[in-house]
């Protein structure tokens, strides 16, 4: 084999890596979005007991009811939450079981719940798209300007900041500078 051949190969699998990679860190929005369902598996289920919490916080702050199945699944997309539309129309949220194994024993399960499945939420229910590109440096860290960043938060930063993310969620022109945060 010729060095050139293997330098591509080695290419090849690093560009496949940080693909696959990629794919396992992000939001479950876009890989839905060119999925044919022709069906609606989660029809007849409601809103997953381990759930509730999230789905009550965004129905308080939004004033909306939550009407779509919200339910705790496997998932082919390796996200950790996803909005699925269906080609009826109906919608799903489904939290990736692996990503909920994963944090169920960590003690701070509620806020990785309520972070993602308010994220979820804003997809399906409010329509809302990704914001990828929007960071911001304050005191001195980068973190995050919204919730609906493509990829789950810091939650050092979602737990200190959880005011600020849970108003800019409804109201996009909220100030992280107009927080008091001694």
């Not at 304050?138 to 919204?146: E, M, P, V, Y």
């Not at 979602?158 to 001694?182: G, M, T």
Request: charge should be negative.
């Amino acid at each position: 084999m010729m060095f050139k051949e293997i330098q591509f190969k080695g290419l090849y699998q690093l560009v496949i890596f940080f693909c696959i990679l990629f794919i396992l860190m992000s939001c479950g929005e876009v890989a839905d979005k060119f999925r044919i369902k022709s069906y609606t598996p989660y029809a007849s289920f409601g809103i997953d007991n381990r759930l509730t919490a999230p789905v009550e916080l965004f129905e308080s702050m939004s004033g909306l009811v939550v009407d779509i199945p919200v339910v705790i699944d496997t998932t082919n997309i390796g996200a950790a939450g996803s909005c699925i539309e269906y080609n009826d129309g109906e919608k799903a949220i489904v939290i990736n079981i692996d990503y909920y194994n994963q944090i169920k024993t960590n003690r701070y399960k509620e806020y990785y719940l309520e972070e993602v499945m308010l994220h979820e939420l804003s997809h399906c229910i409010l329509n809302v798209m990704n914001h990828d590109n929007t960071v911001i440096t304050f005191n001195g860290i980068t973190i995050a300007r919204s919730i609906m960043n493509a990829y789950t938060l810091n939650m050092i930063h979602y737990i200190k900041y959880r005011e600020y993310y849970l108003d800019q969620l409804f109201d996009a022109d909220v100030s992280i500078y107009d927080y008091n945060w001694e």
